[in-house]
């Protein structure tokens, strides 16, 4: 070779003098996407090679607090024991309306109907649910419970089209952290089915022929370049590009100012460089989950949110990524959660949402906030009077959350982005049927390719629209349909 | 061949058997970067064959009002015979605002640097220039002058951090449109240096080696299809994708719900995807300008944007583009444009901005509107209390346009996105170097090949920060950076 291999270039079919190895099905990457895939490809009967460039499994996954985004069918279990029948009409336009502007309606009815199947399949696998319900407003749960409302389900303007049911399932595991329960699940899985699985081998470029087809992997293995083939297909679940900051300036650069990616050193974007390197397109790259954890303590849902110019902009009982979204939007980088003796508890001290002003009044605290007299101070009056009445003509926050802030002191919480704990990470990858099928610009499809999880752009793909949960329900389910779809191929 | 040539495929070095023709430099596309690069290409006395899809040259450029955005060094004669002495600092420090987040310093500062060499070699080339001024905000000239302020030079913030200097050319011409009459004068210059030009040539793919290298193209020409060799360089200046409403749909979904898309049906993506299907990064899809061009009339500058929440938003002296920007940033569909009898006139036809309520009072106007009480009106008694002051303590709109809108009757102007008149094109593309060497998500050259135009990501780059002028600007001064680099090349 006279040129490195790279990512950002196939290496020929030609140039491969030796396979190194033969297998039907190669996954790239070892997430709850990559190890979904390779289950069920080795279910179904075929060679499968599992190439995960670092030295252990769970990728961001296993970070994560292991929730999965599910429903429909009239409930799993776990909705049914709480006393919610989730009607799969009610899933399917909560997704569509989760997914914004470009929503991939194929996925999401794919999605909604087979939702519950995918609760058992995960349950199958030995993913362990607890038959529990939590009411409360939370992030995750910290006990073992299973069921949380974990998006904007019950919020303006979601619960005016879809029916709210709580849909995040976690894991049976005590504490934060459920994403590693479940990559141990499904990691045990893979090991049964015989997946040949390799670490520390890192995928350098793809290998296609001359008319495009994928044939197979370069792959650096203990120090030495190996060429493995795949017959059936090639499956990219390699992450996003969260921690390839270069890429996040090109794509996302709102997202520059904060320092709180989530992700492993494989979410560098590679997998979505591999893809186009073949002409599969990366699409909605500027889209991100970028949350203000600020509940709980669930009484600050009845707090309000303004932005440096005193004015409100979100409901406040949405879910805390569309909070966010709505965040990025608003010009300025001053942002306050106002609360006062009767709502206020202090946020978890890892949210970095520091106390910017109190007061005995509005107007106190509106002047110590350095801001233009009669801003925020009328902003809290509007909201208070309608919020006494019950109402919030402006943002529709539900009832039980409106409560007129007017017991002093009064305070302003510091919610600026390049300040508090804002963890994000990015939506964009590699344009995909359902099938998990990579496709062009022209949406014709990469023979030999597939992408799932963060890799591909999924049910996940706008920032105003994002609920727990819904990623791992992307990469797991997606993942399975890749493994499912590649493997009877050719 | 086995399969069709795509351009999200290159042809490999090795597929083609006779090269049809043999040039040093290929130029795709004869718009104005197209023209700018096989000007300066043919001027260093290489071959240059520029292919162009349709019948005719032009492009999006003669669409356009031709006005290029130019300066620094103490200014053009046209800036200095009007008064102004246009420090290059203070054009670089407003073009790195204006790039936004992501501003490509390294182009912002040759481009500073050199705006006025660039402005001589226009006029060297024979685009005419009046050395005439008009400090009326306007979208462009309707008479043959030439200089005007098309940006938000004079408006906060970027009045704080920039001298403030009209920058803004337009050829002498009469009328809008004077991009026909830069394209012609282009056009001219490169049949005088005996460019080779192909009309009805579209080229359906790359040519490259197994490295990468990009060697030439395919080109369908009168029905067949020829391989055209570049010694030196392929340049890239095939427009940007906004007519490709499936990429819009992909890259920039917000602008979905318009009809008003700048550009000719060249305008396709199809440059994008050739440069991606060699390794080429594309950056800031989702960018885009977005204007809503409510002045002239002047006098409307002075009345104030408000959401459908009634919310002020913006600095309304601020350029329309970054208006049309804000605009899409507020949560909600309808946005309205508020002016009392003093200030209104009707707005021109062609903006479809129509009057939507009216009311001898703003609690009748607010009422018609449908707004809860207490928000548009107050909203208005905020402005205009401080307006009497001469004061905008939210948005510091300028006082030269800051006026109480107290005098009865009150119109609100309807200016929802998806009705009124919001002309929007895409700023996304190849990321290049200042030479316009095309370069990979890691930044590594793509060897041989260039992009320039729209089909590259240039100066222009954010929604927020846009001016006219500076596309044209972006697409002739680094069109002629990359004809001039490639001829000099192997």
């Not at 030995?126 to 919020?155: H, R």
């Not at 030999?448 to 389910?477: E, H, N, Q, V």
Request: with cysteine; aromatic share 10%.
């Amino acid at each position: 070779m006279s040129v490195p291999f790279s990512v950002n270039r196939p290496c020929r079919l030609n140039e491969v003098s030796v396979w190194d190895q033969e297998a039907d099905v190669i996954v790239v990457g070892f997430g709850a996407a990559g190890a979904s895939a390779a289950i069920e490809a080795a279910s179904a009967g075929v060679r499968v090679v599992l190439l995960e460039a670092t030295s252990g499994n769970g990728g961001t996954s296993a970070l994560s607090g292991g929730e999965i985004y599910l429903g429909g069918s009239g409930g799993t279990p776990v909705q049914r024991e709480a006393g919610f029948n989730d009607d799969t009409e009610d899933l399917y336009r909560y997704l569509m309306m989760a997914g914004g502007p470009d929503a991939d309606e194929a996925k999401v009815r794919l999605y909604a109907e087979n939702s519950l199947d995918h609760y058992h399949w995960l349950v199958a696998q030995g993913v362990p649910y607890k038959n529990t319900f939590l009411p409360e407003k939370m992030l995750e749960p910290v006990t073992d419970d299973c069921l949380i409302w974990s998006g904007s389900e019950e919020a303006w303007p979601f619960a005016e089209e879809a029916t709210p049911c709580p849909r995040g399932h976690a894991p049976q595991y005590q504490g934060w952290g459920g994403g590693r329960l479940l990559m141990d699940v499904l990691a045990a899985r893979v090991s049964e089915l015989g997946v040949e699985v390799h670490y520390d081998s890192r995928v350098m470029a793809l290998v296609a022929d001359d008319d495009g087809k994928v044939h197979g992997v370069v792959v650096r293995s203990d120090g030495r370049l190996r060429f493995v083939r795949a017959s059936k297909g090639v499956i990219l679940c390699a992450g996003g590009f969260v921690m390839n900051r270069e890429m996040v300036r090109s794509h996302a650069p709102q997202l520059m100012h904060n320092e709180n990616p989530i992700g492993t050193p494989g979410d560098d974007g590679s997998g979505i460089q591999l893809g186009i390197s073949v002409g599969g397109a990366a699409i909605h790259m500027d889209e991100a989950f970028v949350s203000l954890p600020f509940y709980a303590p669930e009484s600050l849902v009845k707090g309000i949110f303004v932005n440096e110019r005193g004015q409100r902009f979100i409901n406040e009982d949405s879910y805390h990524g569309r909070i966010g979204y709505h965040i990025l939007r608003q010009g300025g980088n001053r942002v306050f959660l106002l609360a006062d003796n009767a709502t206020f508890e202090r946020p978890a001290e890892f949210t970095r949402i520091d106390i910017a002003a109190v007061g005995e009044t509005w107007d106190e605290v509106e002047q110590e906030l350095g801001m233009p007299e009669g801003t925020l101070a009328a902003s809290v009056a509007f909201f208070n009077r309608h919020a006494a009445e019950g109402r919030d003509p402006l943002f529709h926050k539900a009832a039980k959350w409106l409560k007129p802030l007017n017991e002093p002191p009064f305070v302003a919480l510091d919610c600026r982005f390049d300040y508090a704990f804002f963890p994000h990470f990015t939506f964009g990858g590699l344009d995909t049927l359902p099938t998990g099928q990579v496709l062009t610009a022209r949406r014709e499809l990469v023979a030999g390719l597939y992408a799932a999880g963060r890799t591909s752009c999924g049910l996940p793909r706008w920032g105003g629209g994002y609920s727990s949960g819904m990623s791992l329900a992307d990469a797991t389910f997606f993942g399975r349909q890749a493994g499912r779809h590649a493997a009877t191929q050719g």
